[in-house]
């Protein structure tokens, strides 16, 4: 019954207790590639993903350029001591908030809808519907991020000039970047999956990214010291801006670190989702 | 070939399934009957492994639906109509479902073809009527020209065309050898769709019969007996004679008797018996659909304050006959319905510890406290002998 070939000949057990018909077309086993195909077709048709990598995409442009003109005009002569490169971080913090919400609507809209219910009647696998959502999310996410941070990089280069930049810190602050937005988003939809609820799961990734800072601000006591300081090393604004070799403190995670927590943590947030999906009723 | 055994769902103190037990068989259109939150949709959720039972399980093709290898390819499921994200267009949303299955994009034009959605592929689904719809979740279910259909309510919305459309679609799925099953409140509509009928109430399986079985099962005729208006003797007198001989007597507003269990012949010669004369002696048929409605009555969660409709279906006193002046009337029979128009649960043999108790109809609801019965308990297993035949083993089981 599983197998494609010459389905009048399969008179096995399980075509008998199925039924007498026969589909004339081929069966096979689903597998995760066709759920990635599916996927694809599903994101690229809402308006919810032009909108949001749009608005990422005109956000990371407009404040990268910006500041870029802006420091141009103000000492005529960029800023021999920064990298250049760090000025990207405006953009790409902005632009977070984008993936975080296109990453929870990769699910959310699901529950949302009711869609849920078709998709997970058409590929039970519900480990295979977040795998391939995850893969198609993800790829869409680094490649977008990616490359807009390369081109913005790029244009604040040659505006301001400033202190050249080895190829590590390049490639930290395109392809590092590209790949921490698009963990940061396989977080989002990992709570998406959990929450069920796109509006509360996008006000939760909101308090992820900010919170720890806020609350960082308001810890003058000195027995809090330690706490503080791991609140505002271990932020997200914080890790991107190690990303670009600009923290706001001297120890923490530094270089690739930050991708790597930003994945584990995405990685144990998922997993979970799986094993909470395949517990629950739709 | 779907299989339920002892099929539950608790949601918290609530049972929504309560040991459900049925098979639906390929090359018929099995009707799902029951009335609002009688658990239909829960049980179709449960088939499409889209919820977990809380005891039982339930099969297609003797897998679990969640082991199906390409589940679309095999079963083809209409849920809701509103399973779809308004803001794709209806050939994505179908495209998207396809490539799930592997199944080859030219497909989503044909099923497209068939519902006739061919014209709004391209529009995004938030601008469809009700209908549109239900159109576009059929399409999803033929998707993968499946062996098993289940479709819940899929006339929802729908048309005069169109509903006649999909009851011709539900025959000709049927008749091609796949299994059909379709879950309605409207039992006229399932009147002419169905061979099979699956009733259920407050989760448990009121009937499972084929629907010409349901009818003469169900449809309870009776008899309206009426005798002259001076004084009550000759009532009382007719109406021993009729109980003695087995008949079941209610009263109607007017005065009138409602006779079950005799023929109308018997009836007569019975009051001949006894000297009574009759001013009428006249045939009674009940719909189907009221025969439906009096079958779930007492299962109805929910109802108009006003009960409008329980006054339609019963439109009788609510003093008994004879307990207003003093006719010693036999006992009033426990279970006005069991054996008469409710058949006793067919499972008892599979799941005899959660067999249910009496039935359902007895002690839910306040409707039959209106219908106020007088006959001896026994009535019951003395049901007519053309509908305890009918009915076969569900009413061969309540002759204990």
């Known amino acids: 019954m599983t197998t494609p070939a010459t389905p009048r000949h399969q008179q096995g057990p399980d075509a008998g207790l199925l039924g007498s018909y026969e589909s004339p077309i081929p069966i096979r086993p689903a597998t995760l590639g066709d759920a990635v195909a599916s996927e694809w077709t599903k994101i690229r048709s809402v308006r919810a993903t032009v909108w949001t990598l749009g608005v990422m995409v005109a956000l990371m442009l407009t404040v990268g350029l910006g500041t870029a003109l802006l420091l141009a005009a103000d000492s005529s002569g960029g800023m021999p001591d920064e990298p250049v490169l760090a000025l990207g971080f405006f953009g790409v913090l902005l632009g977070s908030i984008c993936v975080i919400t296109l990453g929870v609507l990769t699910i959310g809209s699901e529950y949302g809808t009711g869609m849920i219910r078709t998709t997970l009647t058409a590929c039970p696998s519900r480990g295979r519907v977040l795998a391939a959502k995850a893969i198609v999310f993800a790829a869409l996410a680094f490649a977008v991020t990616t490359v807009t941070a390369a081109v913005v990089a790029a244009l604040q280069t040659l505006i301001l000039g400033g202190a050249p930049a080895s190829a590590d810190d390049w490639l930290r602050g395109t392809v590092g970047v590209g790949l921490y937005l698009a963990a940061l988003g396989l977080l989002s939809l990992g709570v998406g999956a959990i929450v069920r609820h796109s509006a509360g799961a996008i006000t939760i990734m909101i308090g992820v990214v900010l919170l720890p800072l806020v609350l960082a601000l308001f810890m003058f006591a000195d027995r809090l010291r330690g706490v503080q300081r791991f609140l505002i090393e271990y932020s997200i604004p914080n890790q991107i801006g190690a990303l670009y070799g600009t923290t706001m403190t001297e120890s923490g995670p530094s270089g690739w670190e930050p991708l790597l927590l930003m994945l584990v943590l995405a990685a144990a947030v998922l997993g979970g989702a799986v094993a909470i999906l395949n517990r629950r009723d739709v | ?400």
Request: charged fraction near 20%.
């Open chain 2, 1 to 400: 070939m779907i299989e339920a055994v002892g099929l539950t769902k608790r949601y918290g103190a609530k049972t929504a399934v309560d040991d459900l037990s049925f098979q639906v068989r390929p090359g018929a259109v099995t009707g799902f009957l029951g009335p609002n939150g009688s658990g239909k949709s829960t049980t179709m959720r449960m088939i499409l492994g889209l919820d977990r039972p809380t005891a039982g399980h339930v099969t297609i093709g003797g897998h679990p639906y969640r082991d199906l290898p390409n589940a679309p390819r095999q079963v083809g499921a209409l849920l809701d109509a509103k399973g779809v994200h308004g803001g794709r267009s209806a050939r994505n949303h179908l495209l998207s479902l396809a490539q799930l299955a592997g199944i080859p994009a030219a497909r989503v034009d044909e099923v497209l073809g068939v519902v006739g959605l061919q014209d709004v592929a391209k529009q995004r689904s938030r601008g469809f009527s009700l209908g549109m719809g239900q159109r576009l979740g059929i399409a999803a279910a033929l998707l993968g020209d499946p062996q098993v259909l289940l479709f819940d309510e899929p006339v929802n919305g729908l048309d005069p065309e169109g509903i006649h459309w999909v009851r011709n679609l539900m025959k000709m799925l049927a008749a091609e050898g796949r299994t059909v099953f379709v879950s309605s409140h409207l039992m006229s509509e399932m009147a002419l769709t169905a061979d099979h009928l699956i009733v259920i109430g407050r989760g448990r399986l009121l009937s499972d019969m084929s629907v010409t079985d349901f009818i003469s099962a169900n449809s309870a005729d009776f008899a309206r007996v009426r005798v002259p208006d001076d004084g009550p003797g000759e009532r009382r007198k007719l109406t021993a004679s009729l109980i003695e001989a087995g008949g079941r007597v209610m009263t109607e507003p007017g005065g009138a008797l409602r006779v079950t269990g005799l023929p109308l012949p018997r009836i007569s010669d019975l009051a001949h018996g006894c000297g009574v004369r009759l001013w009428e002696l006249s045939p009674h048929q009940a719909s189907l659909e009221e025969a439906y409605m009096r079958l779930t009555q007492g299962l109805v969660d929910y109802r108009s304050t006003d009960d409008a409709k329980a006054g339609l279906v019963e439109p009788l006193p609510q003093d008994p006959y004879g307990s207003a002046d003093g006719f010693a009337s036999p006992e009033p029979v426990e279970v006005p319905q069991e054996g008469w128009y409710a058949p006793p649960p067919p499972v008892p043999g599979r799941a005899p510890a959660a067999a249910p108790a009496p039935s359902p109809a007895a002690t839910a609801g306040p409707a039959p406290a209106a219908d106020a019965v007088v006959g001896p308990s026994s009535a019951a297993a003395v049901a007519e002998p053309s509908s305890a035949a009918a009915a076969g083993e569900q009413t061969s089981k309540d002759l204990r």
